[in-house]
């Protein structure tokens, strides 16, 4: 499953002074390695095709690995009039940079986000369902990027998930969430999750404000530790 199958073109990604691009090397190289990550997790392969590949691959990380140089690569900070599909494009959860991601595709709406996902191999829990941990990832991801498209960033105070169905892998699965409102310094978000019309999980977030100013500070003071 790729970006195309749901018929977009990919996100912004960050360059090296923290402005998104459209032609980032790594959303290709991460695609793959998720690629990767599912054949690992769930395909019966002969282990003499995993030695090979493990060779192979041993080479690409040396290159890889003496390519890069010293420190950390900046970060893109999250712009609430721009796409939220690139708020954090190396997030684990939105991010197409990031390979661990499925990665979740976000758009604005009024009051919040939409989503969908295709949870693979990797992210299984129970036979044949996705991890409880990821579905409870997912959802503090989306619920604080809501709150960045309504203009009231914030930090997770916190979360409770309630798991209604299990949550199939390896279907496409419909995503919500929505800036309740606020008390104060206090942001109430919920989101839910549907494979088709059933709803499998649910999800309610109290966030505490940060001032804009101060929740982009902070975001750069992370980037240089």
Not at 97 to 103: F, I, T
Not at 124 to 153: K, T
């Amino acid at each position: 499953m790729t970006v195309s199958d749901f018929g977009i073109s990919g996100p912004a990604l960050p360059d090296d002074d923290g402005i998104p691009r459209d032609d980032d090397p790594r959303y290709k190289l991460s695609g793959l390695m998720r690629r990767i990550n599912s054949l690992v997790v769930g395909a019966p392969i002969e282990d003499d095709a995993l030695d090979s590949a493990t060779a192979k691959l041993e080479e690409l990380v040396d290159e890889l690995e003496s390519a890069a140089g010293p420190g950390r690569r900046p970060r893109v900070h999250p712009d609430p009039n721009g796409p939220a599909q690139d708020f954090f494009p190396t997030s684990p959860v939105i991010g197409f940079a990031n390979p661990v991601a499925p990665p979740v595709e976000v758009e604005s709406v009024e009051g919040g986000l939409n989503g969908k996902v295709f949870f693979d191999y990797q992210y299984e829990g129970p036979p044949g369902c996705v991890h409880g941990g990821i579905i409870a990832l997912v959802f503090d991801e989306l619920l604080g990027a809501a709150n960045i498209a309504s203009d009231s960033p914030g930090m997770t105070g916190t979360l409770t998930v309630r798991y209604r169905k299990p949550t199939p892998i390896r279907t496409d699965l419909r995503l919500v969430a929505r800036f309740e409102g606020r008390d104060g310094r206090k942001i109430r978000t919920s989101g839910a999750m549907y494979h088709g019309d059933e709803l499998t999980a649910e999800a309610e977030g109290i966030f505490i404000e940060l001032v804009a100013d101060r929740f982009f500070a902070l975001i750069s003071k992370r980037d240089r530790q």
